[in-house]
């Protein structure tokens, strides 16, 4: 009775990775040679890898990456690629995303700069930063949407999120062609000037 009063306990605080970690103890007949403080170690340690990994599996649900199961572990270095390893790895410390900084992956057609980018945000995934795949055309039209029916504040994510979601409206534009650092510049098609604004939401 009391084992199943504190299991119902622990599903209330939602404490499920205790909760499986306490059932395979029970199916260890060994287990008692522990002392208590190490039990307790053991149970809190499950419950921690148990939350990382669940954070980790919505990070990645949310972020829609194009390629799910693309990493950076298996990158393909043959020399026609062009990718140089130290600066992949250097890539993969993730400093470039706590300096606010952009990525611009270039080469010809069917190369793998998807996977490459894929593979980017899933490590930034890993790292515990909110991530989001936007194919350019469909990102251009979810925001006019947002605009012309005004909720373009509301379509823009979190300021805890801003400087991932400024990054990619920036690589948007520097792609382009048109500037860098924020600076916009107004063109025909309006896309521009949607991006604009949906910058300044942001900062």
């Not at 306990?9 to 060994?30: C, I, Y």
């Not at 053991?42 to 194009?66: F, I, P, T």
């Not at 400024?166 to 924020?182: A, H, N, S």
Request: proline residues 2%; aromatic residues 8%.
């Amino acid at each position: 009775m009391l084992y199943t009063q504190t299991v119902e306990k622990l599903h209330s605080l939602r404490l499920e990775g205790m909760v499986h970690a306490l059932e395979e103890q029970r199916q260890q007949k060994d287990i008692v040679e522990l002392d208590f403080e190490t039990r307790l170690a053991l149970l809190v340690d499950r419950e921690c890898l148990y939350r990382d990994n669940r954070g980790l599996a919505l990070r990645l649900k949310n972020a829609q990456l194009k390629i799910s199961n693309a990493t950076l572990e298996d990158l393909d270095y043959r020399p026609s690629r062009g990718l140089k390893r130290a600066q992949i790895e250097q890539l993969r410390a993730s400093q470039w995303l706590k300096d606010h900084r952009n990525c611009l992956i270039t080469g010809p057609t069917g190369t793998g700069k998807t996977w490459v980018a894929c593979a980017l945000g899933h490590q930034a995934c890993r790292d515990g930063y909110r991530t989001s795949y936007y194919y350019a055309p469909k990102l251009f039209r979810a925001l006019e949407t947002a605009q012309v029916d005004g909720s373009l504040p509301c379509a823009c994510p979190a300021k805890m999120n801003q400087h991932l979601v400024y990054q990619r409206i920036d690589l948007d534009l520097f792609v382009k062609g048109v500037t860098t650092r924020g600076k916009f510049v107004e063109r025909g098609d309006g896309h521009y000037r949607v991006l604009a604004e949906a910058a300044e939401c942001i900062l």
